[in-house]
């Protein structure tokens, strides 16, 4: 294996199992509140409680399935049996909600919605077992110095799955076909995305043999004993220094912090743009396939500026570009009354800034750990992001239904600037890299 050089074909195999997650996730956030407000008729609160059920249960699985993971031996390796598993348990589950949707709405019945939350409930199971093990899997491959340029191309290729749905809904389910239904049949929908993750996995188990290239990474690793920011207390475990333990607190605040301001807006804005401007899901998946193709072409940009400026003020910007753009959207979306060109460059804007925060983010989690404990560390980036998003699907509908629905916007605006303060207090994960060009800027961005 090459410490110096980025096996990019690899890790856009390997980016296959990210692509099929996010594109679920975007779906999920989607199209669930719809279906939970429209054909179940449950309020705002109710439904950012049944939306937030998903991050409560990977508060536990998540950093579990990490950990289990790795300490999992097997001729597949650690990760592949959680991703084979998991993704066979989410299709079969997830085309069975659509099913049970359709039913409720032709004879509405108390044994249909419970059968419809229980279904949900394993779904969300299902989808908890392999999300830390499919994201270790990069980093359990990839050398140390290599992880940041790896993460912009995992990054990439999770933004292709979102943006791959959210095209997907844009032509099923255009405004002019869905105004005025009573109804809307979303089983088509489910089905193409489901195809989508069978197929992205099916190509990462032909490409990507995990035991072989994990055992070499290993041995690089070893190596490479400056590499680990982690100290040894001895007995084989793993301790961070004081000053690195206290930077990973305020790391994981921040992750947190822009979480809540940005899930907020991503689970609630089909609902706010069918409230507030009478768009549907056609409009709203047009704006957010915006901001992910904003994302898309920004992730080679921020790797120059990134190389100049270092991974700190990278996603300083981002933050403040982030907390900008919630602001404008608020004035956009209540001045006018229909979606418009401005709009898009805001959302493009977006996911400049996602992508400045993201791709710099999960490698300073996981860098300050030793290969052993990937999975863990992984956890713990998730158990922070997930703990936000526990608890914004419920505040922000709470907020919603009892001050308005203009106070979304905001809303995450000001979590968005809440990051940028604690942010400041990180001290570790950010080394200013020698100037390079495109994703090569990240390569030398590690501490």
Not at 192 to 211: D, F, G, N, R
Not at 229 to 239: H, T, V, W, Y
Not at 284 to 297: K, P
Not at 377 to 387: D, E, N, P, V
Request: proline content about 4%; aromatic content about 10%.
């Amino acid at each position: 294996m090459d410490e110096h050089k980025l096996d990019s074909r690899r890790t856009i195999f390997i980016g296959l199992a990210f692509l099929s997650i996010s594109a679920f996730w975007q779906m999920y956030d989607n199209v669930v509140p719809l279906i939970l407000r429209k054909t179940f008729e449950l309020d705002e609160s109710l439904t950012g409680m049944i939306m937030a059920a998903d991050n409560v249960l990977a508060l536990f699985l998540l950093p579990l399935f990490g950990s289990i993971s790795d300490k999992t031996r097997s001729s597949m390796g650690r990760r592949t049996p959680y991703i084979i598993a998991g993704t066979a348990m989410a299709v079969v589950l997830m085309n069975v909600l659509p099913f049970l949707d359709n039913g409720y709405a032709a004879a509405a019945s108390p044994f249909k919605f419970a059968s419809f939350v229980i279904v949900l409930g394993l779904l969300l199971v299902a989808m908890g077992t392999y999300r830390s093990p499919a994201v270790a899997l990069m980093p359990d491959v990839t050398p140390k110095p290599l992880r940041s340029k790896a993460n912009a191309i995992i990054n990439l290729m999770g933004a292709v799955g979102g943006i791959m749905y959210l095209g997907v809904a844009a032509v099923l389910y255009p405004t002019d076909k869905v105004k005025g239904l009573a109804h809307v049949n979303y089983q088509p929908l489910f089905i193409v995305v489901s195809a989508i993750m069978v197929a992205a996995v099916a190509v990462l188990l032909i490409t990507v043999k995990e035991p072989k290239l994990a055992k070499a990474n290993a041995e690089l690793e070893r190596r490479h004993p400056e590499w680990n920011l982690a100290e040894s207390d001895g007995s084989g475990n793993e301790k961070l220094p004081g000053p690195v333990k206290k930077s990973l607190a305020f790391l994981l605040a921040s992750i947190a912090l822009w979480f809540i301001g940005y899930n907020g807006v991503t689970t609630w804005f089909t609902n706010y743009i069918d409230v507030v401007m009478g768009e549907g899901l056609g409009g709203a998946s047009t704006c957010l396939m915006v901001a992910t193709g904003g994302a898309i072409v920004s992730y080679i940009p921020i790797g120059i500026v990134a190389s100049k400026v270092g991974r700190k003020k990278t996603i300083l910007a981002g933050v403040l570009l982030l907390a900008s753009c919630f602001l404008a959207g608020y004035f956009l979306t209540t001045i006018y009354t229909s979606i418009n060109a401005v709009m898009y460059v805001c959302f493009a804007l977006v996911g400049l800034a996602w992508a400045a925060i993201n791709v710099n983010s999960l490698p300073m989690v996981v860098e300050m750990c030793r290969g052993s404990d990937v999975g863990k560390f992984t956890g713990y980036y998730y158990t922070a992001s997930m703990l936000a998003q526990v608890i914004t699907p419920v505040l922000a509908g709470t907020l919603l239904k009892r001050i308005s629905y203009r106070v979304l916007f905001p809303y995450a605006a000001f979590f968005s600037a809440l990051s940028f303060v604690t942010m400041c207090f990180v001290r570790h994960g950010d080394t200013k890299a020698e100037s390079k060009r495109g994703l090569a800027a990240f390569e030398d961005m590690d501490n």
